[in-house]
């Protein structure tokens, strides 16, 4: 991860190279003007035609992960537009300006996003739909965080050209299929464990996963955060999983099943690196960072990793490996792989391959200007349960100085708003307020990990004002 | 199946996945917000209470609405009981 030295002088976003970077990887112009489009929901549309684990319709956290593409607004830089449902909060806004990180100009669709999300609004906007083409006459560039029919849809109508390749590439590499079978061919250490693309290869794959006492953990080819996942740690709980699937096989006839079967290995951390592999295939590791994480569900990164110069040197020649294979099937960008440092210290160089703008891809900009050379940062999401609405106004008096930006300083940055109020109920007549789930984004900035772990405390000190969970059961 | 007997046998799946005791729940419980279920645990707690009620959960016919809380999953388990119970 770059970082770049503060003077007294307020920071600028003109320096920061982090996203020039990648427009150059994608499209050999680091001017090029970009169109972002941060897509959140794009792997449900890539899982459409695999059958995962049984599943309950609907999401519970589908609002908030709508209001993530708000991250993308300090990624972009200030010449580049961002396409959103809604548009950003003024008040944060100005905030974003006053980092001195800017924000881009904002595109809004005509109504906010149903099921399909901020894409298929935009399809449903014929006045954006026209703004849009006036961008592409201009020359910018359609810049998603994956791309499925529905991002081709748009460029096709609005003659945006894409920075980035075709769904079906897209789709077809970010399979956990895909993952383990690249993994393998490669030669690199490889989690034991089955890729299953029948209930008969799940039951197999759960016997001998289960021979050595577990646990295994099933994955969904095309698994989003927090969900299509399943840890057993007992062979009764693996009769109950494919008593489940087994009934579903009866029922649609069909035992098409898109999972992998994976031994649980003891760990001492979970990592995040990236890579971005530029249209002539040529790799660059961009960053190595430890992903914290709870049951399957990113909870943040902090970086750097605490990692030996071998472990390092592992996962940079796994990234120019897989780099080169994604090239070789047609892929290029960004790319972020979750592995493991496990218990026995070996790194496994591969849980999974993202090959899409990853959690981590947003803070480029923001590590850039705030990270002071060999300081520490922490990029997390605080859980709120405010009673009612937060306004930004009160969110930065909460925090008082820490919501400055911390220039040379320990400190703050808040990377999402809008994710504090996405689920707050719509206000109903005369009914109590019902206090709701909240998250806020932020990068934390400090001298080393203690450091760190004490602007964590004041921060979630400075929070708990908005935090109603003692008084409810 | 009595209605309290349903209420008594999510506690227990919830109990399971949630790795911790889990009684005397209301049913205006949120599973979610109060009690920290999260959404990977979906699908096993599902599993659990079938062993726990000795019934078929088809997960793909209930959406997350039926998880909001005691009381919606408990609707949810009896009116898949309605047609051989009755």
């Not at chain 1, 941060?38 to 992960?65: K, M």
């Not at chain 1, 109950?240 to 951390?269: C, I, N, S, W, Y």
């Not at chain 2, 917000?33 to 599902?46: G, N």
Request: aromatic share 6%; glycine share 10%; proline share 6%.
């Amino acid at each position: 991860m770059s970082g770049l030295s503060h003077t007294g002088e307020g920071p600028s976003a003109e320096g920061l190279s982090s996203t020039k970077d990648l427009k150059e990887a994608l499209t050999g112009d680091r001017d090029a003007r970009f169109v972002w489009l941060c897509n959140f929901e794009v792997e449900n549309r890539w899982a459409r035609g695999y059958t995962g684990l049984p599943a309950v319709r609907g999401s519970a956290t589908a609002a908030t992960v709508q209001r993530m593409e708000e991250l993308g607004a300090l990624l972009a830089e200030p010449g580049d537009h961002l396409l959103l449902d809604r548009p950003l909060d003024a008040h944060y806004r100005r905030y974003a300006e006053r980092t001195g990180l800017g924000a881009p100009a904002e595109l809004v669709t005509r109504a906010p996003a149903a099921d399909g999300g901020t894409a298929a609004a935009v399809l449903d906007s014929p006045e954006l739909l026209d703004r849009l083409r006036g961008l592409a006459r201009d020359g910018a560039r359609l810049m998603p965080m994956g791309a499925s029919d529905r991002e081709q849809r748009i460029a096709e109508l609005t003659g945006l050209r894409p920075a980035v390749p075709d769904a079906l590439t897209y789709e077809r590499v970010n399979s956990k299929i895909y993952s383990r079978r690249a993994t393998e061919e490669l030669g690199l250490r490889t989690i034991p464990g089955f890729c299953c693309e029948t209930a008969g290869e799940l039951r197999h794959a759960l016997e001998e996963g289960l021979r050595e006492g577990g646990p295994v953990i099933v994955k969904d080819a095309y698994g989003v955060s927090g969900r299509g996942l399943v840890v057993l740690d007992s062979r009764k709980k693996a009769d109950r999983l494919l008593r489940m699937v087994d009934r579903r096989v009866r029922r649609t006839g069909d035992d098409a099943l898109h999972v992998v079967v994976e031994a649980f290995l003891p760990k001492r951390f979970d990592l995040n690196y990236q890579f971005t592999v530029d249209r002539h295939g040529r790799v660059r590791l961009d960053f190595v960072k430890e992903a914290l994480t709870a049951g399957g569900v990113h909870l943040g990164h902090v970086m750097p990793a605490d990692l030996t110069a071998a472990q390092r040197d592992e996962l940079a020649v796994a990234a120019e490996l897989l780099g080169k294979r994604l090239f070789a099937d047609g892929f290029f960008g960004i790319v972020g792989v979750d592995a493991l440092l496990g218990a026995d210290g070996l790194v496994y160089p591969v849980l999974e391959i993202n090959a899409r703008l990853n959690m981590s891809s947003y803070q480029g900009r923001v590590t850039e200007l705030f990270g002071r050379g060999d300081g520490a940062a922490l990029a997390k999401h605080y859980p709120l349960r405010p009673a009612g609405p937060v306004g930004f106004p009160a969110l930065t008096e909460a925090l008082g100085p820490l919501a400055e930006p911390p220039r040379g300083r320990d400190g703050l940055v808040v990377t999402c708003f809008g994710t504090v109020n996405a689920q707050a109920p719509t206000p109903g007549g005369g009914e109590p307020p019902t206090p709701f789930d909240g998250r806020l984004y932020a990068v934390l900035f400090a001298a080393d990990r203690a450091g760190l772990a004490a602007l964590d405390r004041r921060v979630t000190t400075a929070l708990s004002r908005f935090d109603t969970t003692e008084r409810t059961p | 199946m009595e209605r309290h007997h349903v209420v008594t046998a999510v506690e227990s799946a919830l109990a399971e996945v949630l790795e911790r005791p889990v009684s005397g729940l209301t049913e205006d419980v949120r599973l979610f917000e109060d009690l920290h279920l999260d959404s990977t645990s979906v699908l096993e707690m599902l599993m659990a209470l079938e062993d726990a009620i000795d019934i078929s959960v088809d997960p793909e016919s209930l959406d997350m609405d039926d998880f909001k809380s005691v009381g919606t999953l408990t609707d949810y388990v009896l009116s898949q009981q309605a047609p051989s119970g009755v």
